[in-house]
């Protein structure tokens, strides 16, 4: 029986090409094949579960830890507890000789986790503490009388100056977001029920917040006198730019130059005012009671009144 011919190189190294390919192994028997980090990147920050604000913040952060892996000579699918121990310490120390704060420290590790779910998958993403403590920092929130002398300061003639007045009364009012408030379309307020539908709050979360009677005037007149004068075509943003286009945050700063205390405003005169830390998670949208749990720490008196209220030997 004649004998059979040797396969080429090229048939070989097909066949081992076709072998990796189809068992995802490396060329070494039972080693796994590399993940590649840049390119997992890509397809993570591609997701369209991610905002793209949080898509403008993680590419940075996955960006720099991507990179911090190639000076390491470490893949992706290496990354254990150990590797992201380093990498906070790198963070917290070596890192181009300055030292990050704590929550910036956290934020790039929220990150990168988000990104090893992703790409390697959540059983493959160490659950250990890794960030360092942080100060607890209570809320700037501004009292009642610097609410009133806020709104005052934004009296003015003309659509913009009623716009502007309806906004940040709708902000404060519902505890809203910027990037929520600025999201609104004409159908998400509700005036017969004076109810405010937020359908793009932060991580794809939907709630409904009960509209106040001041902001509901200030929106109807909006309405009436001002946005017909801003529209141009077809447009279902509720609030709309001197161009007839919807408003983005920057607009809201500028107007307010940290509109987020009037969000921590919210909370903390619900607080004081007797309302439950559940209801203020609730209408908040956050996804943990902690996170709602510092406005607690804000007004102790509110805790005395609860307790004198609820305990039989107060």
Not at 27 to 40: C, L
Not at 294 to 304: A, E, M, N, T
Not at 306 to 313: L, M
Request: net charge positive; charged share 25%.
């Amino acid at each position: 029986m004649p004998a059979q011919p040797a396969p080429t190189t090229s048939t070989s190294c097909f066949a081992i090409t076709e072998l990796t390919l189809a068992h995802g192994k490396g060329t070494t028997p039972g080693e796994p094949f590399p993940v590649d980090a840049r390119a997992a990147a890509d397809r993570f920050l591609a997701s369209p579960t991610l905002s793209d604000a949080t898509r403008r913040a993680y590419g940075t952060d996955v960006g720099e830890f991507c990179a911090w892996l190639e000076d390491r000579d470490t893949s992706l699918d290496a990354v254990d507890v150990r590797v992201l121990a380093d990498y906070v310490a790198w963070l917290g120390g070596a890192r181009r000789g300055r030292k990050l704060a704590p929550a910036t420290i956290s934020r790039k590790l929220a990150a990168v986790r988000a990104f090893l779910r992703h790409a390697l998958g959540p059983e493959r993403v160490p659950d250990a503490r890794l960030g360092p403590r942080r100060a607890r920092r209570l809320p700037d929130a501004p009292a009642a009388d610097e609410i009133e002398r806020t709104l005052d300061a934004l009296e003015g003639e003309g659509p913009v100056a009623l716009r502007n007045r309806a906004l940040v009364e709708l902000v404060y009012s519902a505890g809203l977001r910027s990037a929520e408030a600025v999201g609104l379309d004409l159908g998400d307020v509700d005036f017969e029920q004076e109810l405010v539908h937020v359908r793009r709050g932060k991580g794809g979360k939907e709630r409904v917040v009960p509209l106040g009677e001041e902001a509901a005037l200030w929106l109807a007149r909006y309405l009436r006198d001002a946005r017909p004068a801003l529209a141009e075509g077809a447009n279902d943003a509720f609030f709309l730019s001197a161009r007839g286009r919807r408003l983005d945050t920057s607009t809201l700063r500028r107007v307010v130059p940290h509109p987020h205390r009037l969000r921590h405003a919210f909370a903390t005169h619900l607080l004081a005012g007797g309302a439950d830390l559940r209801t203020i998670q609730e209408l908040l949208g956050h996804s943990s009671l902690s996170t709602t749990q510092v406005y607690s720490h804000v007004d102790p008196r509110h805790l005395r009144r609860v307790y004198d209220r609820s305990h039989p030997r107060s």
